[in-house]
């Protein structure tokens, strides 16, 4: 749900959706969830969207904590969600400024979790001062 949801964001100010990136999405999806049926996914992606629409900035701080739940799911989806801005690509300063905000907090769960081996929240407040 936390890499989706950054995914989301991300590509938000883009203002476009294409086959490409629902593709990858349904990779990332594949590393996460092999449980998960097509139509859970299809309901996954509406539901992160409207937490994005509804209330941005709570949505995205609540990005952390999740990720933290399980650091190395992180790691993996963090490597996935690189791969997949980096295919579909990012044509909006905006967009760019949002994918430097959630590859610092993947990296920063990552690390959290390979120090302590463990878990802690990573607060995302250090970014308010990006463009959104």
Do not use: W
Request: charged share 30%; proline share 3%; hydrophobic share 50%.
């Amino acid at each position: 749900e936390a890499a989706i949801r950054a995914l989301i964001y991300v590509r938000m100010p883009e203002k476009s959706v294409d086959e490409r990136a629902f593709n990858l999405l349904r990779q990332m999806r594949s590393h996460a969830a092999e449980a998960m049926t097509l139509a859970e996914f299809k309901t996954l992606l509406r539901e992160q969207y409207f937490m994005l629409v509804l209330d941005e900035r709570s949505a995205v701080e609540a990005i952390p904590e999740m990720l933290a739940r399980e650091p190395a799911l992180a790691a993996r989806l963090g490597a996935a969600f690189k791969q997949i801005v980096g295919i579909v690509g990012l044509t909006s300063e905006i967009s760019r400024a949002r994918l430097a905000e959630m590859e610092r907090i993947f990296a920063a769960v990552a690390d959290a979790g390979d120090a302590e081996g463990g878990v802690r929240p990573i607060r995302a407040h250090a970014t308010r001062g990006a463009k959104h």
